[in-house]
């Protein structure tokens, strides 16, 4: 049994660099296409697993070519996958635009992981009763994910939830939830309130609070994250990089952060530490090939001139 189990998704993700996005009804040449293994749920076990956590991946895969190279991949960064159900439809793929500032357009499509339904929750729950921590995102069904947080609650599983895709969600799940690691446009989207300045991220972590989520985690690009609990709020400043494409920094973080928490770290070490993944992953192309393994970022940390 792992530390550290994720329950989520995976994603092939085929990405074309661009000089600038198209407008609507634009036709433009693109600069190369790559292809990626990804999603939001991969990405984290990844990212958690090159920085030595002890993680477990579950989730839905189709029974074809990008499977096997997700089967593939797990294997050898040494996750867990003893869990891991196959349907015959097909794996879930995304079309990625990045522009030559780094920055990002995504069109998931979700294929496989849709495919993951109560039954197979159900065939996990040992698994959910034994790990430290559960690390959630919201590109399974949402019916099945709250239920995943309410199995959780049940059985006295700590729960990070990272609300990407950015939805609306009830305020009985937001009070299961023990770590909630929305960006500047999920909060916006979770609160129904602006995020422009560091007052309404303030205000609107607040309001998480209030609805009884324990500890909101909102990640602010370049400037770092706010720490936001019902003792205290504090900004943990970030690293400045050349952002070549942000693909995967805040699932980056999350894997950095989730290792952190079941380690017992103080938060406020977490998010630092998780601060460093990040601008490392902005620094490289591509999802899973852009994650960074501990040592590169130790070495990181020791020689950054500008944090």
Do not use: W
């Amino acid at each position: 049994m792992a530390d550290i189990t994720v329950i989520g998704s995976f994603v092939m993700d085929m990405v074309a660099s661009v000089e600038e996005f198209p407008l609507a009804g634009q036709t433009i040449l693109g600069k190369s296409l790559s292809k990626y293994p990804g999603g939001k749920g991969a990405n984290q076990c990844v990212a958690m697993a090159r920085l030595g956590a002890d993680a477990e991946m579950i989730g839905m895969l189709g029974g074809d070519e990008n499977g096997r190279i997700f089967r593939e991949l797990l294997k050898s960064e040494g996750i867990k996958t003893d869990n891991i159900f196959e349907t015959h439809i097909p794996t879930a793929v995304a079309q990625i635009q990045v522009n030559n500032k780094g920055e990002n357009k995504i069109v998931v499509i979700p294929s496989a992981n849709f495919e993951f339904g109560f039954e197979h929750l159900k065939q996990i729950e040992s698994v959910i009763a034994k790990t430290k921590l559960v690390v959630l995102q919201l590109e399974l069904r949402l019916d099945v994910t709250y239920e995943i947080i309410r199995t959780c609650h049940r059985l006295g599983a700590p729960v990070i939830l990272n609300p990407a895709p950015a939805v609306r969600l009830d305020e009985d799940i937001l009070r299961m939830v023990d770590y909630l690691t929305p960006n500047e446009t999920e909060l916006a989207v979770l609160t129904q309130m602006p995020t422009n300045t560091q007052e309404e991220v303030f205000a609107a972590a607040d309001k998480l609070l209030d609805i009884g989520v324990k500890n909101v985690i909102a990640t602010l690009g370049s400037r770092g994250a706010l720490i936001a609990t019902r003792e205290s709020k504090k900004i943990i400043s970030g690293y400045k990089v050349q952002a070549v494409d942000t693909v995967a920094a805040g699932d980056s973080f999350n894997g950095a952060l989730a290792k952190c928490i079941a380690e017992g770290k103080p938060l406020e070490d977490a998010v630092k530490f998780a601060n460093a993944v990040g601008a490392l992953t902005v620094t490289k192309r591509g999802a899973i090939p852009s994650l960074p393994k501990l040592g590169e970022v130790e070495e990181f940390i020791k020689n950054c001139k500008n944090h």
